[in-house]
T-cell receptor
Framework: GAGVSQSPSNKVTEKGKDVELRCDPI?????LYWYRQSLGQGLEFLIY????????KSGLPSDRFSAERTGGSVSTLTIQRTQQEDSAVYLC???????????FGAGSRLTVL | DAKTTQPNSMESNEEEPVHLPCNHS???????IHWYRQLPSQGPEYVIH???SNVNNRMASLAIAEDRKSSTLILHRATLRDAAVYYC????????????FGQGTTLQVKP
């Protein structure tokens, strides 16, 4: 596709449930990033992929959060046993190797009740 | 990670130029200065970037101080569609290239 695609666009879940958020980057982009944006806040870095490996996971807030990337393309961010403080917009961005431009998706809005 | 400082908010009138300042006194020699903006309910959008020289593109201009400790994003004629949060970012000079976002400047454009 022409841009970064994220799904679902909106997800409402109950506390304690697991959720999966998907990111489909621009074809050929080897670098992929996940960010989180809580209401009224700036963007918080979560994890960086180069190809299928994740050399920087420093932003993952707890071991309930994990992410994987397969085939150097689609990435899935998984949040286990969701908590209310996990409510946020989760944004994905992709770019070419050491590109100066990152393209962001529209985000997945997660609401934990 | 190197840090930037921006005003929380600014106002502009439509069709007037806007100068958005950014201070980055701890910038290192290999840090690029990037600007992204985020329109309401959208993901961030790339605006412009530079290293030492001033840069122009179809969206904006970037003026970089000679000592590189500050920079200014210039929108030549603000439109209502330019109302957004503007982020000045020093791109990670390590291996990841990740962007570390601050709070940004919320730009309001008045008709």
């Amino acid at each position: 596709g022409a841009g970064v695609s994220q799904s679902p666009s909106n997800k409402v879940t109950e506390k304690g449930k697991d959720v999966e958020l998907r990111c489909d980057p621009i074809s050929g982009h080897t670098a992929l990033y996940w960010y989180r944006q809580s209401l009224g806040q700036g963007l918080e870095f979560l994890i960086y992929f180069q190809g299928n490996s994740a050399p920087d996971k420093s932003g993952l807030p707890s071991d309930r959060f994990s992410a994987e990337r397969t085939g150097g393309s689609v990435s899935t961010l998984t949040i286990q046993r969701t908590q209310q403080e996990d409510s946020a917009v989760y944004l994905c961005a992709s770019g070419e190797v050491w590109a100066n431009v990152l393209t962001f998706g529209a985000g997945s809005r997660l609401t934990v009740l | 990670d190197a840090k930037t400082t921006q005003p929380n908010s600014m106002e502009s009138n439509e069709e007037e130029p806007v100068h958005l300042p950014c201070n980055h006194s701890t910038i290192s020699g290999t840090d690029y200065i990037h600007w992204y903006r985020q329109l309401p309910s959208q993901g961030p959008e790339y605006v412009i970037h530079g290293l030492t020289s001033n840069v122009n593109n179809r969206m904006a201009s970037l003026a970089i101080a000679e000592d590189r400790k500050s920079s200014t994003l210039i929108l030549h004629r603000a439109t209502l569609r330019d109302a957004a949060v503007y982020y000045c970012i020093l791109r990670d000079s390590g291996n990841t290239g990740k962007l570390i976002f601050g709070q940004g400047t919320t730009l309001q454009v008045k008709p």
